[in-house]
């Protein structure tokens, strides 16, 4: 029996795809600090916990494929006070913001279109690109600039008659970067010009730092046709496991298309998204504090990569991931040579290696990204492994 060409050529997750070596540390009795996924252990709001533990519903019923009203009405007040000015008709209640990037590769490309992309880039567009049939197009940007987008002459060039959108991460997994309004404004013409679909991940809005502000697609002016807001409260509430997200556009043939994808897979989690609605409710001290804690852990983090000669990276404005290029060849070898070898008090490290973010082969190689989703003193204890183990990787493999 043959398995299908999406099955093999789906790809493994970078992320997640050295977690066999932490378990193997685990076992012998090794601490693991983990920097190689975005799980927070920042606590969840007492305020959603309630929902779950006060649930009164005798039963677990269907909800509307469309999401509850509740909870889509609770994100037209969401994003009104961010002066996004939508109805609860150019929403769609999604299982994460995963399904929502699903949804939105499948309603604007057809088998074997192209989405342009630019690297790196969440390792999970893969995975989605394959099961909607899409190719991604990539654009590389670059660890020396902040992996600042490209001018526009670059990205035209990238465009082809099977060009159907352009897809950004503002702010960035995993780079970190947020993109300028005039960055987005770009953005939008070449869409404009070239009738493109305009796809922005903003999972990471509210990580945003030293007075910085995201411009959403929503936001930009002439744009309601093209632009489709994906987004996900896994981060913003520190609820990984509660699997609720949306999908935003104006453009109501495509919304209505995108309905047709979330009534085949019936409904949305309802429970989650009833925890999620009282949760928006929130006042801004919450994020504000949630904020203050990040940046203390990428300031952290930051000063301690700089402190490593030849090490090459740019100090995220964003979301809670930075990309580090080692002065090493590879990055992935140098992870599991800790996992297995290296220990400070019997404690090691995981983090991602990067080469899975890029689509073209072989960047990345040297690169790793590192989750600064832990408090400061395990952040302290795990980037004193991470430069010590360094240092002596260099004198063992180099």
């Not at 897979?265 to 609605?277: F, G, N």
Request: aromatic letters at 10%.
């Amino acid at each position: 029996m043959n398995l299908s060409k999406r099955a093999i050529e789906v790809q493994e997750s970078p992320i997640r795809k050295l977690y066999p070596y932490a378990v193997k540390a685990r076992d012998k009795g090794v601490k693991i600090y983990s920097l190689n996924i975005g799980q927070p252990d920042i606590e969840t709001p007492e305020i959603m916990l309630d929902v779950f533990r006060n649930l009164q519903e005798k039963i677990v019923a269907y909800g509307p494929s469309q999401g509850l009203d509740i909870y889509r009405e609770a994100l037209v007040h969401y994003f009104q006070h961010l002066n996004i000015f939508i109805n609860e008709n150019d929403i769609i209640g999604t299982t994460g913001g995963s399904e929502a990037l699903v949804f939105a590769m499948t309603v604007t490309c057809n088998q074997g279109e192209e989405i342009l992309v630019f690297e790196p880039f969440y390792t999970n567009y893969n995975g989605f690109a394959t099961m909607a049939d899409v190719r991604l197009r990539p654009i590389t940007t670059y660890a020396e600039t902040g992996f600042a987008l490209p001018t526009r002459e670059v990205i035209e060039k990238h465009i082809t008659r099977k060009t159907r959108a352009i897809l950004i991460c503002n702010p960035g997994n995993p780079t970190g970067t947020v993109y300028t309004r005039a960055e987005m404004e770009m953005l939008a013409e070449v869409c404009k010009k070239h009738h493109l679909y305009l796809i922005s991940d903003e999972v990471y809005r509210e990580f945003v730092y030293e007075g910085e502000k995201v411009t959403s697609v929503l936001e930009l002016k002439g744009c309601e046709e093209l632009a489709i807001l994906c987004d996900s409260v896994s981060k913003r509430y520190s609820a990984c496991g509660a699997r609720v997200g949306c999908i935003v556009s104006r453009n109501k043939e495509l919304m209505a298309a995108t309905l047709k994808f979330a009534q085949a897979r019936l409904c949305a989690p309802t429970i989650d998204q009833m925890a999620i609605a009282a949760c928006i409710g929130l006042p801004d001290s919450y994020i504000a504090d949630v904020l203050a804690e990040y940046d203390k852990r990428r300031n952290l983090v930051y000063d301690a990569l700089t402190k490593v000669e030849g090490l090459v990276c740019v100090k995220p404005r964003g979301a809670f991931y930075i990309i580090a290029k080692l002065p090493i060849e590879n990055a992935e070898d140098f992870i599991i040579w800790l996992l297995e070898n290296y220990r400070v008090n019997n404690e090691t490290i995981i983090m991602a290696p990067a080469e899975g973010f890029y689509a073209t082969p072989g960047l990345g190689r040297n690169e790793l990204r590192i989750a600064y989703i832990l408090n400061t003193e395990d952040l302290t204890k795990a980037m004193h492994i991470f430069t010590t183990g360094l240092e002596e990787y260099k004198k063992v493999k180099l």
